[in-house]
């Protein structure tokens, strides 16, 4: 963890605890790689964004990757400013491309968010294979701009997974404002049967 520890807490969330920030400049860093190359990969987790959340802070819900040809996987919220999708909405961004889902977030209230990448050899531009879930539902998609999917993590520009950062710096973007329970990262693509799992009962796929 970076940035002023004031600006991190623990708060009740929807499955005990959850972490708060509050944007200012605070982040949680890990040691984990993420998700390499085309490969599948499920990101699932609990939000709340504050209702009135500025679009500073929209790039930086979890990152992991580098930010160069593909070489990125970022989660955030969209502003809408350089796409016709819903503001507020899931926004999953690759370098220099995005799928935007269709369910404003920015209400004050918890949602369970699930992010599904099919993955494959060659399968990085094809926007059928990325799936949003807001609160269980399948997400209509309301912007896209396809691009090829090999987040990089490993070499000198590769960053592992944070939680509150975006991957590219400036001194427009903000870290994250808002609350996070219950982050799964998982190298397979769930099914919705799972996902309805992990909304109702925080129930994760059983392992082999």
Do not use: C
């Amino acid at each position: 963890m970076t940035g002023d520890k004031a600006s991190v807490g623990l708060i009740p969330g929807r499955f005990g605890n959850a972490v708060q920030l509050n944007g200012e400049d605070a982040f949680l860093a890990t040691g984990i790689a993420g998700i390499a190359g085309p490969d599948p990969r499920s990101i699932a987790f609990w939000v709340r964004l504050p209702a009135n959340s500025s679009e500073i802070f929209a790039y930086s819900i979890l990152s992991w990757g580098a930010a160069q040809a593909g070489g990125k996987w970022q989660v955030g919220w969209n502003t809408g400013t350089d796409n016709r999708g819903t503001r507020g909405a899931i926004r999953t961004e690759v370098q220099d491309g995005y799928q935007i889902g269709s369910t404003n977030l920015l209400d004050g209230r918890w949602h369970h968010v699930a992010i599904v990448f099919l993955g494959g050899p060659g399968s990085g531009t094809t926007s059928h294979l990325r799936r949003h879930y807001v609160d269980g539902r399948l997400e209509p998609t309301t912007a896209v701009k396809a691009r090829p999917i090999s987040t990089m993590v490993s070499g000198p520009k590769a960053l592992p997974l944070s939680i509150g950062r975006r991957i590219e710096s400036g001194p427009f973007f903000r870290t994250f404002k808002g609350e996070l329970d219950d982050l799964y990262i998982l190298p397979s693509a769930l099914t919705p049967e799972q996902i309805q799992a992990l909304y109702h009962a925080n129930q994760p796929p059983a392992t082999r």
